[in-house]
């Protein structure tokens, strides 16, 4: 019996111990290492149990050194427990993803863990996808009484002059490729036109305008409003984030209040 509590009492000492620390965090490097070239199921297997050891061994070495640790040092070793604890949690969240057309509602994901369809237990609706893209080369013609008249050469969000009026080039809407314009007569601002033959503007306008060409858009940024024709969308559910970032506020924080007490020459 008392073989068997000092076997038991030697394999806490050795799982407590900063030899087996070193030994963890060495492995865990190694095979971190590794996953950068490979992505393989059974690495990431090895690593969960590795950190599951490194968490066990801080937990076993601070009760074991509880009374002799400064508290700066326990606070470093409690943030790094939390943050091991926030990505163990962290096991059970998923990565999914999900196609919806505009105005239709699904609950239903397709999840990589598990590779199959799966309920998220709310819905989801696209109400409306908003683009915002860089100012995009485009060649407007004009026609004057039916006649052309001239070409311009310009960018969305320019200005060009056309006899008395200043015409600026509002946006392009790329799915029915219609350019919107502004029309100004001395500053004052008349109306509005398009390059599908639309003129609404107050006063007599000879002029028309039409679409010759336009550059390829660059996409400057997007969001959705949760409705766009078709989207695609990415679900990532991490319940063990909040705890990391508790682990690591905890950690720096041990961290800072260390090297305070160094400065003032207590250890």
């Given at each position: 019996?008392k073989s068997q509590e000092r076997?038991i009492k030697w394999?806490?000492k050795?799982?407590?111990?900063k030899?087996?620390?070193?030994?963890?965090?060495?492995?865990?490097c190694?095979?971190l290492?590794?996953?950068?070239?490979?992505?393989?199921?059974?690495?990431?297997?090895i690593?969960?149990?590795?950190f599951?050891?490194t968490?066990?061994?801080?937990?076993?070495?601070?009760?074991q050194?509880?009374?002799?640790?400064?508290?700066p040092?326990?606070?470093m070793?409690?943030?790094?427990?939390?943050?091991?604890?926030g990505?163990?949690?962290s096991?059970?969240?998923?990565v999914?993803?999900?196609?919806?057309?505009?105005?239709?509602?699904?609950d239903m994901?397709?999840r990589?863990d598990i590779?199959?369809d799966a309920?998220?237990?709310a819905?989801?609706?696209?109400?409306k996808?908003?683009?915002?893209?860089?100012?995009?080369?485009?060649?407007?013609?004009?026609?004057k009484?039916?006649?052309?008249?001239?070409?311009f050469?310009?960018?969305t969000g320019?200005?060009?002059?056309?006899d008395?009026?200043?015409?600026?080039?509002?946006?392009?809407?790329?799915q029915?490729e219609?350019?919107?314009?502004?029309?100004y007569?001395?500053s004052?601002?008349?109306?509005?036109a398009d390059?599908s033959g639309i003129?609404d503007?107050?006063a007599?306008?000879p002029?028309?305008?039409?679409?010759?060409?336009?550059k390829?858009?660059?996409?400057?940024?997007?969001?959705?409003?949760?409705?766009?024709?078709?989207?695609g969308?990415?679900?990532?559910r991490?319940?063990g984030?909040?705890?990391?970032?508790?682990g690591?506020?905890i950690t720096?924080f041990?961290?800072v209040?260390?090297?305070?007490?160094?400065?003032?020459?207590?250890?």
């Amino acid at each position: 019996m008392k073989s068997q509590e000092r076997g038991i009492k030697w394999f806490i000492k050795l799982l407590a111990s900063k030899e087996t620390m070193i030994t963890l965090l060495t492995a865990l490097c190694v095979l971190l290492a590794v996953t950068t070239f490979s992505e393989n199921a059974y690495i990431w297997n090895i690593i969960r149990i590795l950190f599951g050891l490194t968490a066990l061994n801080l937990v076993l070495c601070t009760w074991q050194r509880i009374k002799g640790l400064s508290m700066p040092v326990l606070f470093m070793h409690i943030g790094v427990i939390i943050t091991l604890i926030g990505g163990a949690i962290s096991i059970f969240g998923f990565v999914a993803t999900v196609n919806i057309y505009e105005g239709s509602k699904t609950d239903m994901v397709y999840r990589w863990d598990i590779k199959k369809d799966a309920s998220i237990g709310a819905g989801i609706m696209v109400k409306k996808l908003h683009e915002e893209y860089y100012p995009v080369a485009i060649k407007v013609g004009v026609l004057k009484n039916g006649q052309k008249y001239n070409l311009f050469i310009l960018k969305t969000g320019e200005v060009f002059d056309l006899d008395n009026y200043r015409v600026h080039a509002d946006s392009l809407d790329f799915q029915t490729e219609t350019l919107r314009l502004s029309i100004y007569l001395n500053s004052e601002y008349l109306g509005s036109a398009d390059t599908s033959g639309i003129v609404d503007v107050r006063a007599e306008f000879p002029y028309e305008f039409k679409l010759v060409a336009y550059k390829d858009p660059v996409i400057k940024k997007a969001w959705v409003d949760l409705r766009l024709i078709f989207v695609g969308l990415q679900i990532t559910r991490d319940p063990g984030l909040p705890y990391v970032y508790i682990g690591f506020g905890i950690t720096a924080f041990g961290g800072v209040f260390y090297i305070l007490r160094r400065f003032r020459g207590i250890r």
